[in-house]
């Protein structure tokens, strides 16, 4: 890693030399396009000039998320507690919490970095837990089956 190396726009790491834009990877680069786009700018204040691992190339993917529909479909209750992958700071927190009530149905939403989860509550017939994982994965946040031993 040089030190003369520009900081990367999104996450804070070096530019790469061969790289002609201001971003580690094409991830950061399509992430912080996206979140200006969407109004969500105010992430960079939150996250307080800490730096934040590059966006996984595994956000950027499509996914196949069978699983979560059918944990949500086998739910007792509309909610559920999933692992989610690419929490880092407060701005992160605050990022899913927006996307979450963006969506229509979603009642609650608890971000748990410690524990790298979030439990969310939602309207039954209205919201789509699926939906949901899709928008957060495109802007770099993994969701999956929660951790053995959590609650559901």
Do not use: H, M
């Given at each position: 890693m040089a030190?003369?190396?520009?900081?990367c726009r999104h996450c804070g790491s070096p530019v790469p030399a061969n790289r002609a834009d201001e971003f580690c990877c094409a991830g950061c680069a399509y992430v912080f396009e996206l979140l200006h786009e969407q109004g969500l700018g105010q992430f960079y204040d939150?996250?307080?000039?800490q730096p934040l691992p590059p966006v996984s190339p595994q956000a950027l993917r499509?996914?196949?998320?069978?699983w979560?529909?059918?944990?949500?479909?086998?739910?007792?209750?509309?909610?559920?507690?999933?692992?989610?992958?690419?929490?880092?700071?407060?701005?992160?927190?605050?990022?899913?919490?927006?996307?979450f009530l963006r969506h229509d149905g979603a009642l609650r939403i608890n971000v748990d970095v410690v524990r790298g989860e979030v439990r969310l509550s939602?309207?039954?017939?209205?919201?789509?837990?699926?939906?949901?994982?899709?928008?957060?994965q495109a802007f770099g946040y993994l969701l999956g089956p929660p951790h053995s031993g959590g609650a559901q």
């Open positions: 030190n003369n190396a520009p900081a939150l996250k307080g000039g499509e996914r196949d998320y069978q979560l529909e059918d944990l949500a479909n086998a739910a007792p209750k509309p909610e559920l507690t999933l692992a989610v992958q690419g929490l880092s700071c407060v701005g992160c927190v605050w990022l899913i919490e927006k996307i939602w309207r039954g017939g209205v919201f789509s837990p699926l939906a949901f994982a899709r928008d957060l």
